[in-house]
C-alpha cells in the first residue's frame, strides 16, 4: 500500500496535494491544526480503495511533531510521499512582533520539518524508494526585512532539501523543495501582512493554490530537486541572485513595507 503524509493539510497548498496524491496512493494521512477542516477533506476524498486518516496537531510544540510520527509509525506506515507543508510567517519589524512570534515560525519552519524528515528518511532508504517534498518559498533567495523570520526559515527548508537530495543520491529517495511566490490562501491574515506593499500594491502575481500544488506534486514525483511555480516568480528569483546581496535586501524591503493610505 502507497501512503502519503501531508502536513498542513488543512487549508491550501496542503489540501489541493492531498486531493493530487489521493488519485495515485491507497492511503492519506492528514495532519493539521483545524479538525474539522481535517474531516471535512476526509470526507470528500473517501472513496473505494482509499484509506484517509486525520490527526490534528500543532507541529509549533514537540509533543504536537512526536504525535504525528508516532501515530505514522502505530499505523506501520513508512510514508512513499512525505509533504511538509505546514508553516507561518509574521509581518512587521522583528523589535515589534509578540515576544514569541519568531520562535514559532521557526519551531514550525524548521523544526518539526526537519524533525518529520528526518524521523522517516532512512526507513525510505532502506525500502529503496521514497518522495519528501518540502514548501520552502520565492522568500529563499533573499533576506527579507518586515518578514526577517519567516524569510530565513524559508531559505533554511531551501538549503536543506538540496543538501538532502545531494545526499540521498542513488539511494531511491528524493527531495524536492516548492518555491512558490505569492499565493491564494489565508497566509497574509494569519501573518498580519495584509498592509504589505506586496498584498495592497499588486506587485507580483498571486498563484491559484491548486497551480502551486499541482507543479510541486508534478516535480516530486519526477524527483526534481528544485520547483519554483509561474515564469514571473522564476525569472525573480534568477534576477535575485544576479544582484549584491544588500541590494536584494533592499527591495525585498521595499516590497514589504507597509502601504501608504
Known amino acids: 500500500m502507497a501512503w502519503a503524509l501531508i502536513t498542513g493539510a488543512s487549508h491550501g497548498i496542503g489540501r489541493d496535494v492531498a486531493r493530487l496524491a489521493a488519485d495515485d496512493v491507497s492511503g492519506l494521512l492528514l495532519t493539521g491544526r483545524d479538525e474539522g477542516?481535517?474531516?471535512?477533506?476526509?470526507a470528500e476524498l473517501l472513496r473505494p480503495g482509499l484509506q484517509v486518516e486525520v490527526l490534528a496537531a500543532d507541529l509549533a510544540k514537540p509533543e504536537g511533531v512526536q504525535a504525528v510520527i508516532d501515530w505514522t509509525r502505530g499505523l506501520g506506515v513508512i510514508p512513499d510521499l512525505l509533504v511538509n507543508n505546514a508553516?507561518?510567517?509574521?509581518?512587521?519589524?522583528?523589535?515589534?512582533?509578540?515576544p514569541d512570534a519568531e520562535a514559532t515560525i521557526v519551531k514550525v519552519n524548521v523544526?518539526?520539518?526537519?524533525?518529520?524528515?528526518q524521523a522517516f528518511q532512512a526507513a525510505m532508504v532502506a525500502r529503496g524508494s521514497g518522495r519528501i517534498l518540502n514548501m520552502a518559498s520565492t522568500a529563499a533567495f533573499q533576506p527579507g526585512p518586515w518578514m526577517a523570520a519567516y524569510y530565513a526559515s524559508k531559505a533554511y527548508v531551501l538549503h536543506y532539501s538540496e543538501a538532502l537530495s545531494h545526499e540521498l543520491d542513488g539511494t531511491g529517495v528524493t527531495v524536492t523543495a516548492l518555491c512558490p511566490g505569492p499565493t491564494q490562501s489565508s497566509f497574509h491574515e494569519r501573518a498580519g501582512s495584509r498592509r504589505s506593499t506586496l498584498v495592497v500594491?499588486?506587485?507580483?502575481?498571486?498563484?491559484e493554490s491548486a497551480f502551486v500544488a499541482r507543479a510541486g506534486y508534478r516535480g516530486a514525483r519526477l524527483g526534481r530537486r528544485l520547483v519554483v511555480p509561474g515564469l514571473v516568480n522564476t525569472l525573480a528569483v534568477f534576477l535575485v541572485r544576479c544582484v549584491p546581496r544588500r541590494m536584494a535586501t533592499a527591495i525585498a524591503a521595499w516590497v514589504a513595507?507597509?502601504?501608504?493610505?
Do not use: E, H, K
Not at 500594491?201 to 498563484?207: N, S, T
Open 37 to 42: 477542516a481535517l474531516q471535512a477533506l476526509a
Open 87 to 98: 508553516g507561518l510567517g509574521a509581518w512587521g519589524l522583528s523589535r515589534d512582533l509578540p
Open 111 to 117: 523544526l518539526a520539518l526537519t524533525r518529520l524528515t
Open 201 to 207: 500594491g499588486g506587485l507580483l502575481p498571486v498563484a
Open 257 to 261: 513595507r507597509p502601504a501608504r493610505g
